[in-house]
């Protein structure tokens, strides 16, 4: 392939030396998404180790956790998703509880929900990008997690959409927000039956989506 191609260009004894550092890990960095979307999980598991093995911080290696957490939702080990992808939510400074009850769930809905009556359609959508990238990855990890929580867990889905939704309202917003306010819209209507709060966060989601350029 031509990243390939572009790496045989470092050798290997100073792939990794301070003046090719960047460029060896952005290059590892679409290796291993390319090997992804194309369905190479081996392949990917390389590229990714390599940068875990050489990544000088834990910035420099959030996009290899992400494609890691992909590979093994993908292959359906979701047990293993879900322990990575919390693992370095706690480093982003994220945690949960281990013990999810309905007034946890309750309250947090609720709080949300207070947090939310200072905002309108018009000032979310008019509202800054998220800037802050250990926030945005943040968000990204947790917006990974609809699909192991959904098999697993799914009493956690409504806390990780809050989360996602309060972190947004805090920093900024990015197209994995709109998922956010989504699945808090799903939870207004499954867990307090308001049917009509759930559309309307629904279509502020889907609006957002649009707003930010997502499809």
Not at 162 to 169: A, D, E, F, P
Not at 178 to 188: D, H, I, K, N, P
Request: with cysteine; hydrophobic share 35%; glycine share 6%.
């Amino acid at each position: 392939s031509y990243i390939e191609h572009g790496l045989s260009f470092l050798s290997k004894e100073s792939r990794w030396s301070s003046s090719n550092y960047d460029l060896s890990r952005s290059l590892h960095e679409a290796a291993c998404l390319a090997c992804y979307v194309n369905a190479l999980p081996t392949k990917a598991n390389e590229y990714i180790s390599v940068l875990l093995e050489n990544a000088q911080c834990l910035e420099h290696k959030l996009k290899a956790y992400y494609v890691m957490v992909k590979n093994l939702t993908s292959s359906g080990d979701f047990k293993q998703a879900l322990k990575k992808t919390f693992d370095v939510l706690i480093e982003l400074g994220e945690t949960f509880p281990t013990e999810i009850t309905p007034e946890i769930i309750q309250e947090e809905l609720s709080n949300t929900k207070s947090l939310l009556n200072n905002f309108t359609k018009e000032s979310i959508l008019s509202s800054q990008k998220l800037m802050d990238e250990k926030k945005l990855w943040a968000i990204k990890f947790m917006n990974n997690l609809s699909g192991p929580l959904s098999v697993t867990n799914y009493q956690m889905g409504p806390l990780i959409a809050c989360r996602m939704v309060q972190r947004s309202s805090q920093y900024g917003y990015c197209s994995e927000s709109a998922f956010g306010f989504l699945g808090y819209g799903q939870a207004q209507i499954s867990v307090f039956e308001d049917v009509d709060e759930g559309y309307r966060w629904g279509k502020i989601a889907l609006s957002l989506l649009e707003s930010l350029g997502g499809k």
